[in-house]
């Protein structure tokens, strides 16, 4: 598999993917990490041998490559050498690394009300309330459209997500009023021919196109400069705090797992330690002790009868 053209075992890896229904940003991930051990090698990966493995995950070590992206990149080998070439000499030689478990990172209500407050215009307004109101991933934000919008139920259907899933969320008041001021303002002109149910609620430039996941996030990373917020959050953070933040307000943890997709509540559940109103609300047993003691209840016993 070179570096240039489609040779007949990328070809091939590829149809693999097709058959397996894996989703386009898994099949890019699969071959750009095939492409970067066919660089390594400098030849195709169908003449590596054991050590070529072993020198190469040393290779990514030594490069400072992250744990994360190290665990992507040999995920694509797995699948080229034991699907694709049937060598499962090869793939058993691949490991992956554990990686460290991080508390997701929030942002507070006063500063989801400030982002929310200096949003440029109505259509990052928008988009960011779907992110925080609703708890979408930004590829969810950026593919909704006007089918999807249930007013009459009060919910939003998210169709085919991560891991070909689909879910209900809900639509608030709040959501539903903001967004009927977005459709009036939205321009039409590049769907003027597409049925009213099929059009994007955020066409992107190209035509028949949503806006893309990078231009969201651009527009996210503005609104936090502009409301001061120093945290180093991504637009995922608006994920994480809203279902921290409902979490701290007695939702059940079980409706949040629904409403996120989750498969498992394990999951979910990582965010009961970044609650920090729940945290902060713990009575300490230090304190305790500074309390007074209570003394038991005498309870008078029956005599036992003679």
């Not at 039409?188 to 609620?201: F, I, K, M, N, Q």
């Not at 409706?255 to 729940?278: C, N, S």
Request: with cysteine.
């Amino acid at each position: 598999m070179s570096t240039g053209a489609v040779t007949p075992l990328r070809h091939r890896m590829i149809e693999d993917m097709n058959a397996r229904k894996l989703c386009a940003g898994t099949r890019r991930g699969h071959i750009h990490s095939c492409k970067r051990f066919a660089a390594f090698l400098n030849g195709s990966p169908d003449t590596a041998t054991t050590e070529d493995i072993r020198r190469f995950q040393l290779h990514l070590a030594e490069a400072g490559v992250s744990i994360c992206n190290r665990n992507r990149i040999m995920t694509g080998l797995r699948f080229l050498f034991r699907v694709t070439l049937r060598r499962l000499d090869l793939a058993a030689e691949i490991y992956h690394i554990r990686e460290p478990q991080k508390i997701p990172l929030v942002i507070s209500p006063d500063e989801t009300r400030r982002l929310l407050a200096v949003a440029s215009n109505l259509k990052v307004r928008t988009l960011l309330s779907l992110g925080y109101g609703c708890g979408l991933r930004a590829s969810e934000v950026v593919s909704l459209k006007v089918k999807h919008i249930d007013s009459a139920q009060k919910i939003i259907r998210i169709e085919q997500s991560k891991g070909r899933k689909d879910r209900n969320v809900m639509l608030s008041p709040e959501t539903l009023d903001v967004l009927r001021q977005w459709w009036k303002a939205r321009r039409s002109r590049y769907d003027a021919g597409t049925p009213v149910a099929e059009r994007w609620l955020f066409p992107g430039n190209r035509r028949g196109k949503p806006m893309t996941t990078r231009q969201l996030s651009r527009l996210f990373h503005e609104a936090a400069d502009a409301a001061g917020i120093k945290k180093a959050v991504t637009l995922h953070a608006l994920r994480h705090s809203f279902a921290t933040h409902l979490l701290e307000r007695g939702t059940d943890i079980r409706i949040i797992q629904a409403l996120l997709g989750h498969d498992k509540l394990e999951t979910t559940a990582r965010y009961t330690r970044v609650a920090t109103g729940m945290i902060a609300g713990v009575e300490s047993p230090l304190d305790l002790l500074s309390q007074p003691r209570k003394k038991p209840r005498n309870s008078r016993k029956n005599p036992l009868p003679a």
